[in-house]
């Protein structure tokens, strides 16, 4: 049985390296109060094992980082609410005294 974490980003989530002490570092994603950490594990591979999960998440998260991009291209509507429903009222008001 497998743990999943789900995260929703939040405006300020990010990722980055750091070295918690010499020699050492991780790969920390979130924030300051939530956030998951990549360690290399302490064992003989470890470092290639992590090297390859670093190198399918890093492709992982650019094909899912253009995919959002697009999406939201795709789905935002430069007018507002107000204007949306104003147009469809003059329509309706145009096509009625045709």
């Not at 050492?24 to 924030?31: C, D, E, F, K, Y």
């Not at 094909?63 to 430069?78: D, G, L, P, Y």
């Amino acid at each position: 049985m497998g743990i999943h974490v789900v995260i929703q980003p939040l405006v300020g989530y990010g990722a980055a390296v750091v070295s918690p002490s010499p020699g050492v570092r991780q790969l920390v994603a979130g924030s300051e109060e939530t956030s998951f950490i990549v360690q290399v594990p302490a064992r003989i591979g470890g470092l290639m094992d992590t090297a390859r999960f670093a190198q399918s998440l890093a492709a992982a998260a650019s094909e899912f980082s253009e995919w959002c991009e697009t999406q939201h291209r795709t789905r935002s509507h430069t007018s507002s609410f107000h204007d949306q429903w104003s147009d469809a009222a003059d329509d309706a008001v145009t096509r009625k005294n045709d």
